[in-house]
T-cell receptor
Framework: DAGVTQSPTHLIKTRGQQVTLRCSPISGHKSVSWYQQVLGQGPQFIFQYYEKEERGRGNFPDRFSARQFPNYSSELNVNALLLGDSALYLC?????????????FGQGTRLTVV | AQSVTQLDSHVSVSEGTPVLLRCNYSSSYSPSLFWYVQHPNKGLQLLLKYTSAATLVKGINGFEAEFKKSETSFHLTKPSAHMSDAAEYFCVVSATYSGNTPLVFGKGTRLSVIA
C-alpha cells in the first residue's frame, strides 16, 4: 500500500514568489493536515481538512491557504514567500478527524526561499 | 490550550544502556499523547500512543511510555539502546474535546547512541 506521498520533495523559490505543495493521502483516508517544521524545531500545525472542509487553522498568516479535492488529495499554497518560510512542509493523513486517530506522515517537501 | 515540554534537547547514551526521554504536558482536557520518531531525511513515524486506556503503553521497537496524570508526564523509555535508535524524538499532545484535533509537538529530543 502506498503511504502518504508529497510532491515535490525539494524546491527552491525566490522571495515574493508563490508556491504550491501537493499531498496524496493514504487510500481511504479522508483527513489531511499540513505542518511546517523549521530546522531544529518540532512541526507546527497549519491546516486540517476533512471531507473537503477546513476543520482547523493554526497561527499562520493569510498568505497560507489550502484546499482538499474530491479525491481527498490536498494542496498547500503560500503566496509572497519570505525567507522565514524556508522549512520542511509535512502532510499527514488519517482515517477520520476524531481524536486518537493515528496520523501518518509523508516525507515532506523541503522548501528553500532565497 | 495544549502544550508539551521536552525537558532535554539532546540525550546521549551508550549502546545497550537504558534510554529515558522526558516529556511534560499541559492540557485543559483529557489528552491523547503520542511519541513520534524522525530519522534523518525520513518522515515521522508513530512509536506509541496513550488514549486513556492503560497508563503503561508499549510501542514499536521496544519503546514504552507511562502516563502519570499527577506529574503531567509521559516519559519515553527503552531498556537497551541500539545504534538504529539514533534519531529525533517528538512528544505530541492532541486535544480530545472536538473533532478538530491538531497535533501539538514538542521541540524534540535528539538521541545519540554511542558504540
Amino acid at each position: 500500500d502506498a503511504g502518504v506521498t508529497q510532491s515535490p520533495t525539494h524546491l527552491i523559490k525566490t522571495r515574493g514568489q508563490q508556491v504550491t505543495l501537493r499531498c496524496s493521502p493514504i487510500s481511504g483516508h479522508k483527513s489531511v493536515s499540513w505542518y511546517q517544521q523549521v530546522l531544529g524545531q518540532g512541526p507546527q500545525f497549519i491546516f486540517q481538512y476533512y471531507e473537503k472542509e477546513e476543520r482547523g487553522r493554526g497561527n499562520f498568516p493569510d498568505r497560507f491557504s489550502a484546499r482538499q479535492f474530491p479525491n481527498y488529495s490536498s494542496e498547500l499554497n503560500v503566496n509572497a514567500l519570505l525567507l522565514g518560510d524556508s522549512a520542511l512542509y509535512l502532510c499527514a493523513s488519517s482515517s477520520s478527524d476524531r481524536r486518537n486517530t493515528e496520523a501518518f506522515f509523508g516525507q515532506g517537501t523541503r522548501l528553500t526561499v532565497v | 490550550a495544549q502544550s508539551v515540554t521536552q525537558l532535554d534537547s539532546h540525550v546521549s547514551v551508550s549502546e545497550g544502556t537504558p534510554v529515558l526521554l522526558r516529556c511534560n504536558y499541559s492540557s485543559s482536557y483529557s489528552p491523547s499523547l503520542f511519541w513520534y520518531v524522525q530519522h534523518p531525511n525520513k518522515g515521522l513515524q508513530l512509536l506509541l500512543k496513550y488514549t486513556s486506556a492503560a497508563t503503561l503503553v508499549k510501542g514499536i521497537n521496544g519503546f514504552e511510555a507511562e502516563f502519570k496524570k499527577s506529574e503531567t508526564s509521559f516519559h519515553l523509555t527503552k531498556p537497551s539502546a541500539h545504534m538504529s535508535d539514533a534519531a529525533e524524538y517528538f512528544c505530541v499532545v492532541s486535544a480530545t474535546y472536538s473533532g478538530n484535533t491538531p497535533l501539538v509537538f514538542g521541540k524534540g529530543t535528539r538521541l545519540s547512541v554511542i558504540a
